[in-house]
């Protein structure tokens, strides 16, 4: 009996390192398959359709001096000329034709001030601007309203509002349109009453 035993030990053992091969093999051939997939993701061989050599298409920086293609057509436009310091992108910029005015947050104050966006991406963004006016001016006056008196006569506070109101318009450009570029929101009047 004792040498039965053994004999079924051995055969026991046989069919438990044959699973175990197996179970092995299957995970060694799904990671060769996911570092497989993810090679040819990483190459752009796969990936949503639609997207160029770049990847998404959205608004892309523009170099000073580089041609816009989603810039406006105006036939009468002055021949632009970048100085050689600074960024090395050129820099557009969206005024808003209306000023904006709301109560302050806490406080019987007003604020009155007309705005212009800035942005280093090419044209898209001027338009996607024009576009959700509507939408992005209500953003500006939650934010506004959302202001303490106190902050709109420092210049830290000025510069957080300017701030908050950039995040603010992006928030309505990615909602909108899947991509922010307002690089930053500029005063051109500012009036405390």
Do not use: C
Request: negative net charge.
């Amino acid at each position: 009996m004792s040498k039965s035993k053994p004999a079924d030990d051995k055969a026991e053992s046989k069919p438990k390192s044959g699973a175990m091969k197996m179970v092995v093999g299957a995970v060694v051939l799904l990671g060769l398959g996911a570092g497989g997939a993810y090679g040819a993701f990483a190459a752009g061989l796969l990936g949503p359709a639609g997207e160029g050599e770049h990847g998404p298409d959205v608004p892309q920086l523009v170099s000073k001096g580089a041609e816009d293609p989603f810039a406006p057509i105006d036939e009468d436009a002055l021949v632009l000329v970048h100085g050689e310091g600074g960024s090395e992108y050129r820099t557009a910029y969206y005024s808003f034709e209306e000023g904006f005015t709301s109560n302050l947050k806490d406080s019987p104050g007003l604020v009155q001030l007309s705005l212009a966006a800035s942005t280093r991406h090419d044209g898209r963004v001027i338009q996607w601007l024009q576009m959700h006016e509507l939408a992005i001016r209500s953003a500006i006056l939650v934010e506004l309203a959302n202001t303490r008196e106190d902050d709109v006569f420092t210049v830290e506070g000025k510069e957080d509002l300017k701030k908050r109101l950039a995040a603010a318009i992006n928030r309505v450009l990615e909602e909108e349109e899947g991509f922010g570029g307002v690089d930053a929101v500029h005063f051109r009047t500012f009036l405390v009453q």
